[in-house]
């Protein structure tokens, strides 16, 4: 099956740091890949959605400028969290959509714990 | 525009019992649906999908949801629960056949009683 997944899992920094987390598609290509950030007890909220290519698009209220997002290939999504603050630390989830299926399936990563000094 | 509805954020359920978790959706255009998993500090797995076939969707660890256009529901069902089942429940609505953003319910915790 398709299979999706991130780096690092957990990450901790200090404020003011960037931090980089990979996402990628290790047996499909993807040409859009999502990110979503997850607070403790909530659900998803989309951030961003990523375009091979091209500019991610991001959601209303999202930083572009804050939350970087790079899709250089088919297979690699990349957020940097710029000059991260304490109020960023959170649960960030990406996922890929495997177009060679039906059904506007997204595959997800396992996550990345980001924890902010 | 689309949205999804999961009545009770919590749930709770004696092993070897009927596991029924609600979804009701809204969207302008017929609609995919999901359920996915979510067990602690991990990703989301699907469970099952709706994509406009059977209105019965059996899924993956004994899970199945039925599509009723007349309730605008989606509700995840299993006959008999296991403690291997308890976890975060999320259902989530895209526009049928587009490539477009997914959106997610606000989740539905299950418990599962010993």
């Known amino acids: 099956g398709a299979v999706v997944s991130q780096h690092p899992s957990r990450v901790i920094c200090k404020s003011g740091t960037s931090v980089k987390i990979e996402c990628r598609s290790l047996?499909?290509?993807?040409?859009?890949m999502f990110w979503y950030r997850q607070f403790p007890k909530q659900s998803l909220m989309l951030m961003a959605t990523?375009?091979?290519?091209?500019?991610?698009?991001?959601e209303q209220g999202v930083e572009k400028d804050k939350f970087l997002i790079n899709h250089a290939s088919l297979t690699l999504s990349t957020l940097t969290v710029t000059s991260a603050h304490p109020e960023d630390s959170s649960f960030y989830i990406c996922?890929?959509?495997?177009?060679?299926?039906?059904?506007?399936?997204?595959?997800f990563g396992p996550g990345t714990r980001l924890t902010v000094l | 525009a689309q949205s999804v509805t999961q009545l009770g954020s919590h749930v709770s359920v004696s092993e070897g019992a009927l596991v029924l978790l609600r979804c009701n959706y809204s969207?302008?255009?017929?609609?995919?649906l999901f359920w996915y998993v979510q067990y602690p500090n991990q990703g989301l797995q699907l469970l099952l999908k709706y994509t406009s076939a059977a209105t019965l969707v059996k899924g993956i660890n004994g899970f199945e949801a039925e599509f009723k256009k007349s309730e605008t529901s989606f509700h995840l069902t299993k006959p008999s629960a296991h403690m291997s089942d308890a976890a975060e429940y999320f259902c989530a609505v895209t526009p049928l056949g587009g490539y477009q953003k997914v959106t997610f319910g606000t989740g539905t915790k299950l418990q599962v009683i010993p």
């Open positions: 969207s302008s255009v017929p609609p995919y």
């Open positions: 996922s890929a959509r495997d177009q060679r299926g039906s059904g506007n399936e997204q595959f």
């Open positions: 990523s375009n091979e290519g091209s500019k991610a698009t991001y």
């Open positions: 047996d499909f290509q993807a040409t859009t």
